[in-house]
């Protein structure tokens, strides 16, 4: 009896919850039409998540999403593959796996393979070291909230070999989700004030969205300093003057970000350019956010990646012990190309303590950045060692990886350069070209009448006549009156030649569709 009456209880309770027994006051709402309104709607959703946008992943890609989706179904289009030149993610495109560093996460991930003979020494170390300081010798558990305290450790002497014996404190290093998570964690420390206190960030024009969208998200004041894109993308100290002072009049600027090596731009900072930079903060006493996650990747041989903490270090201590600085740097990049793994980390330094317990508090709310993640940097930065095993094959890659990207920058800026209405400057470092392009008055005006910007109309038609994926100069802003694109350099080099083929072959032909080879204007500003 008592399993009878169960199951009308639960019966009961089915039909409370069930719509063809839903009571009659909703029944009769819903044949008012009367339906009961959605909580969150693009009404009531937060106005700074709607102003926020991120072009690498934006209509652009979506679109090259479904024609993708059209060609693996049978559906014909002037080409037969997609090829996604929006976003620097350098194993979508190809690019092998560092052994060494897979061997380290394999054993760490998988400690029972440290009994096997065919991982080398070097790497089983390496990967015991790490077991040793994670929660029961397991990559699953959590570590503390500013990551594994003997990455920390390495990667503290890690940064004072790069910058030749500059010191760095361990306890100053916090592991990040990729290089993002660290910026965003600190813009969110620096963002406050209502009106013309608010806080105001200095970012790079053109920039990586990111930066764009995080201060969307939290409501600061986007301030823009245009890099010289005549003098190879450099940075003008007067031009950040410039636009520090026209900031003033309606926000407050607390912060400076700098992108080196640049992206989307690809330019490399001299020494004296980093030493202006810093100097202009020390005197508007600015916080410093350098994002050097590109830092391995430096290709023009008169070029060379200087790091801002080492440069700091060398104006004297009036400079280092007083200007606040966060150095970014990140797996994605470089010569591993780990984007997947979302490791990172970054360097605090002369952060009032009392502040950084607060960055603790706030790095504690999301637990710990992924311990694989960890792993990954940790071997980036405790490499093979010229007396360890592993040391040659992992030369050998590393430099096979770097000597490629070196090849297929030079390759780029050649055949881009040499198209017409099309102007690209050396691509010194980083991942990526910005070649600036003629866009015709007569296609300026059909963006316009369609409601878009005319590069993305540009790029739009790229990518359904060609089927290359780039992403319009105008998410990554650019002064006015000037058009671009950026494209990544890393697929194959055989990949990129077609790929270059194509955009020129293309482009020559939007100049005649839309009347313009022939004409003066056609040329690029310079």
């Excluded at 009878?4 to 909703?26: D, E, F, I």
């Excluded at 963002?191 to 998200?217: D, F, H, K, N, W």
């Excluded at 900031?247 to 912060?255: D, G, L």
Aim: charge should be neutral; glycine fraction near 8%.
């Amino acid at each position: 009896a008592s399993g009878v009456s169960k199951q009308r209880t639960n019966r009961a309770g089915l039909r409370r919850y069930n719509a063809s027994g839903a009571p009659a006051a909703a029944v009769a709402a819903a044949r008012n039409g009367k339906a009961r309104e959605k909580t969150l709607t693009m009404e009531t959703l937060n106005p700074q998540v709607k102003a926020v946008e991120y072009a690498v992943r934006g209509p652009i890609v979506i679109k090259a999403g479904e024609i993708e989706r059209i060609l693996q179904e049978g559906g014909k289009k002037p080409f037969t593959e997609v090829i996604k030149a929006n976003i620097g993610d350098a194993h979508a495109m190809g690019q092998q796996p560092i052994t060494f560093l897979r061997q380290v996460v394999a054993l760490c991930t998988f400690p029972e393979l440290l009994d096997s003979p065919s991982f080398p020494e070097d790497a089983k170390r390496r990967a015991q070291r790490i077991l040793q300081g994670c929660g029961g010798r397991s990559l699953g558990s959590y570590s503390a909230s500013q990551g594994v305290d003997c990455i920390r450790q390495d990667i503290a002497a890690y940064i004072e070999q790069r910058d030749q014996g500059v010191p760095s404190n361990w306890e100053n290093i916090f592991l990040t989700t990729g290089a993002s998570d660290g910026i965003v964690s600190i813009l969110r420390l620096l963002v406050s004030g209502e009106g013309r206190a608010r806080t105001g960030v200095m970012i790079p024009i053109p920039q990586y969205p990111l930066y764009s969208a995080a201060i969307a998200e939290l409501g600061a004041v986007q301030v823009n300093y245009y890099l010289d894109e005549d003098n190879c993308w450099a940075l003008d100290v007067h031009e950040l003057h410039r636009a520090y002072q026209a900031a003033k009049q309606h926000c407050q600027p607390r912060v400076l970000c700098i992108i080196n090596p640049g992206n989307p731009t690809g330019q490399v900072q001299s020494k004296k350019c980093i030493e202006d930079v810093l100097h202009f903060a020390y005197e508007e006493n600015l916080f410093v956010m350098a994002d050097e996650v590109y830092q391995e990747n430096v290709y023009a041989p008169d070029c060379e990646f200087h790091s801002f903490k080492k440069v700091l270090y060398e104006m004297g201590p009036e400079y280092f012990n007083s200007v606040e600085l966060a150095s970014f740097h990140s797996t994605s990049k470089g010569y591993t190309g780990e984007c997947g793994f979302r490791g990172g980390f970054m360097e605090i330094v002369n952060l009032d303590p009392e502040v950084k317990a607060q960055l603790v508090k706030l790095l504690s709310v999301r637990l710990c950045p992924p311990v694989a993640g960890q792993a990954a940097m940790d071997v980036i930065v405790n490499p093979p060692q010229p007396d360890e095993p592993s040391f040659a094959q992992f030369h050998k890659e590393k430099a096979s990886v770097l000597g490629a990207l070196a090849d297929k920058a030079k390759l780029t800026e050649q055949i881009l350069s040499a198209v017409p209405g099309i102007k690209c400057n050396p691509v010194q470092g980083a991942m990526y070209a910005f070649p600036q392009i003629f866009i015709p008055p007569r296609a300026v005006e059909e963006a316009k009448a369609l409601g878009m910007q005319p590069d993305m109309l540009y790029c739009l038609r790229l990518l359904e006549e060609t089927g290359i994926c780039v992403v319009p100069g105008s998410g990554f802003g650019q002064r006015e009156g000037t058009y671009h694109f950026r494209m990544t350099i890393l697929p194959s080099p055989e990949k990129l030649k077609v790929l270059l083929e194509k955009v020129r072959d293309f482009h020559i032909k939007f100049l005649k569709e839309n009347s313009a080879l022939e004409e003066p204007q056609c040329r690029v500003q310079a």
